[in-house]
């Protein structure tokens, strides 16, 4: 099964650090990030991690879910936890699913297909750097592949997540390097007409395909 935008993500059932899960009931009507890691106990991921617990308030303040995905067992996972709290000051408080068999890695297309040292012991590959946006149809609306050996930029998934979801509450689209807060695009499906009374901020017309309004937010 090749995912795409807007395919459904694939259920599936794992042990996780929190606890057996169903996936979509851990979606439940929220929006839901899944990010995969290589293996425990790696520089890369002990990183990430570390970032990804420290913006927790930012994720729960948008009605984000985290979940996480490392290619090695619970046990593992319990020890690793301890580590990244310790070295990055922070307090986890995402699940993090036992992927060694690669079930669900193998079911997202996670598997690393380049780097020929990114592999176990015997010889089965890690993961690379996938993430997953999931909004609360359980529709996939981003995927991110990131090498092994490059660490992702989780603030540019924040950023992400804020277009996606004013997005789907306005009229609107984000132009390129836009942030929380920067003027917005008035959907090309919106008539300038429409757009003066969906947007009381306001309506810069550039040109008639190009129209800025101030940030709903």
Known sequence: MVLRLGS?????????????????????DKWTILFSHP????????????????LQDEFDKRGVKVIGL??????????????INDISGVQLQFPIIADADRKVSALFDM????DITNVDA?????????VFIIDPKKTIRLILTYPAS?????????????????????????????????????HPSVSTDDAQKLFPKGVKVIRPYLRLTPSPF
């Open 111 to 114: 598997l690393d297909h380049q």
């Open 39 to 54: 293996a425990d106990f790696t520089p890369v991921c002990t990183t990430e991690l570390g970032l990804v617990a420290a």
């Open 150 to 186: 490059t660490g992702r930029n989780f603030d540019e998934i924040l950023r992400v997540i804020d277009s996606l979801q004013l997005g789907d509450k306005y009229r609107i689209t984000t132009p390129g390097n836009w942030k929380k807060g920067d003027d917005v695009i008035v």
């Open 70 to 83: 490392s290619a090695n067992d619970l046990e593992s996972h319990e020890k690793w936890i301890n580590d």
């Open 8 to 28: 459904i993500a694939p259920d599936f059932e794992a042990k996780t650090t929190q606890g057996d899960i169903k996936f979509h009931n851990f979606i439940g």
């Open 122 to 130: 015997k010889g089965i590959p890690f993961t690379v750097r996938s």
